[in-house]
C-alpha cells in the first residue's frame, strides 16, 4: 500500500514557530526518504496565524479551522484511494480531521489516543487558550469547537475510544478541569511506564480491542508528550513520568495488531528547543508506524 503523507505546520499559540516547525525539521532529518512507498505529500496551508481567541474560546481559531478541514480532506482522498495516511503535524487538534474523515467515508470512527494529557479542557479554564488543551474534548462533543467546524462534531463516541498515556490527574484536579476517565477507556501513564512489557502489552491490547470492538476503521494519535522528559526534552509542556522510546514503540505495534487502523497522526516535537536534535529518532517512530501500516 502506498503512504501518504500529510504535513501540518499548525501551531495552536497563534504562532509560526516551536511545534509548527515539526513538519519541517522532519523533512530536514531524512523523513521522507525514511517512509516505505511514500506517493506523495499533502503540505496543508493553514494561512494566517494570529495568537488572539477568537469566538470559541481558541487561539489562532482561523488557522484551526485550516489545519483540520486540510487534514481531513487529505486524509479522505488518501482512504478513498486504498493509501495509508501518515499525519506530522505541529499540534494534536489535527487528529479532528482524519475522525471526520473516516465518517465521511461512511465507517464509525474509533479513536486510539497516545497522549501524556487528557486535552478535554474547556476554553475558559484552559490556561493557554490553545485548542491543544482541548481536542479530545471537541472531539467527543463535550467540548465546543469553533463555527467552522460545527458539521465535523462531534468527531468520535466515547466508547469508541480509549486514552493510552495521560499522567495529568493531579493537574485537573488542581484546577477543577474535568476528568474524561470514566467516561472513556483509559490506560494511564503510571501503568504504561511502570509495569513488565507483557503487562503493558495485555493491558493495552485489552483496552484498544474493547474500545474499537464497534467500528469500521480506526484512527492512531500520537502526542510525543507521552514520552519522559528524559526521553524528548523538546516538548513544550513537560510534566513528571512518562515513557521512553522502546515502551511507546511497545504500545503502538500493540495497538496496531487491532486491525482496522485507517491511518496516524503524529505530533508535538519543538525544534527551537533543541535545534533539531531529537528530529532523526522521531523520523525513526514515524517511519516504523508507517511501515507496519503500509504493511497490513
Known amino acids: 500500500m502506498g503512504v501518504v503523507l500529510v504535513e501540518v505546520p499548525f501551531n495552536s499559540a497563534g504562532v509560526s514557530s516551536g511545534v509548527a516547525r515539526m513538519p519541517g525539521a522532519l523533512r530536514a ?31 489562532a481559531e482561523d488557522a484551526l479551522v485550516r489545519a483540520v478541514t486540510g487534514a ?17 503535524a505541529g499540534d494534536c ?21 497516545v497522549d ?40 468520535v463516541d466515547a466508547d469508541d475510544a480509549v486514552m493510552l ?35 503493558v502489552a495485555a493491558v493495552v491490547r485489552s483496552a484498544v480491542t474493547a474500545a ?3 467500528t469500521g476503521a480506526w484512527w492512531l494519535h500520537v502526542d510525543l508528550d507521552v514520552l519522559s522528559t528524559a526521553a524528548l526534552p523538546a516538548v513544550d509542556y513537560p510534566q513528571p513520568g512518562g515513557v521512553d522510546w522502546e515502551r ?5 505495534r500493540t495497538a496496531l495488531e487491532v486491525p482496522g487502523c485507517a491511518g496516524v497522526s503524529v505530533v508535538i516535537y519543538n525544534p527551537d528547543l533543541d535545534g533539531g536534535t531529537a528530529a532523526p529518532r522521531i523520523v525513526r517512530f514515524v517511519a516504523d508506524l508507517a511501515a507496519a501500516l503500509a504493511g497490513s
Open 212 to 214: 474499537l470492538a464497534g
Open 116 to 155: 501524556g494529557h487528557e486535552d478535554a479542557w474547556p476554553p475558559a479554564l484552559s490556561p493557554t487558550g490553545e485548542a491543544a488543551d482541548s481536542e479530545l474534548g471537541v472531539a467527543l462533543g463535550l467540548v465546543p469547537g469553533p463555527a467552522g467546524l460545527a458539521d465535523l462534531l462531534p468527531a
Open 29 to 59: 532529518a531524512g523523513l521522507h526518504e525514511a517512509l516505505p512507498a511514500l506517493d506523495h505529500v499533502v503540505t496543508v496551508d493553514v494561512g494566517h496565524l494570529v495568537a488572539e481567541r477568537g469566538p470559541s474560546g481558541f487561539l
Open 72 to 88: 481531513g480532506a487529505a486524509v479522505g482522498r488518501a482512504v478513498v484511494a486504498g493509501s495509508v495516511p501518515v499525519v506530522v
Open 248 to 252: 511507546l514503540g511497545l504500545v503502538t
Open 165 to 199: 498515556g495521560p499522567r495529568d490527574s493531579a493537574e485537573l484536579t488542581a484546577a477543577g478541569c474535568p476528568s474524561l476517565t470514566g467516561l472513556v477507556r483509559t490506560v494511564d501513564g503510571e501503568m504504561l511506564a511502570g509495569v513488565d512489557p507483557a503487562s
Open 93 to 113: 487538534p489535527v487528529v479532528l480531521g482524519p475522525l471526520a474523515a473516516l465518517a465521511d467515508a461512511g465507517h464509525r470512527p474509533g479513536l486510539v489516543f
